[in-house]
Nanobody, 131 residues
Framework: QVQLVETGGGSVQTGGSLRLSCVVS????????VAWFRQVGVGLRTEREP???????????NYADSVKGRFTISRDNSKNTLYLEMNDLKSEDTSTYFC?????????????????????WGQGTQVTVSP
């Protein structure tokens, strides 16, 4: 059974920092591209926007423009864990953050661009940034 479990969310003030972790089990972690998404929208009009992605065969991450220079995605294959270091947090970063994993690199690339979806998801962790 595949499980992705996020931790590290919480409430911080503007300018603060948080580090999210995602422990993955039930799959060969090093063979998977991994990513962080966050929920945007209200009510029935919610969707998950990509925040950062790290393809399994690359050391070069991609970031959403809104988080470039502030967030850092990393992975520790020895611990089957994905991280998201978030610095200089802003109120617009308030959201539920999800980690995701996908074995097919092309599917992961397409999902990053809004086509299709990663195959495995965590349950989400809430990040709240207040003034």
């Amino acid at each position: 059974q595949v499980q992705l479990v996020e931790t590290g969310g919480g409430s911080v003030q503007t300018g603060g920092s948080l580090r999210l972790s995602c422990v993955v089990s039930g799959l060969s972690f090093s063979d998977y591209s991994v990513a962080w998404f966050r929920q945007v929208g209200v009510g029935l009009r919610t969707e998950r926007e990509p925040v950062a992605v790290l393809y399994h065969d690359s050391s070069y991450p991609n970031y959403a423009d809104s988080v470039k220079g502030r967030f850092t995605i990393s992975r520790d294959n020895s611990k089957n864990t994905l991280y998201l270091e978030m610095n200089d947090l802003k109120s617009e970063d308030t959201s539920t953050y999800f980690c995701a994993a996908e074995r097919d690199r092309m599917v992961a690339i397409q999902a990053w661009h809004g086509i299709g979806s990663f195959g495995y998801w965590g349950q989400g962790t809430q990040v709240t940034v207040s003034p």
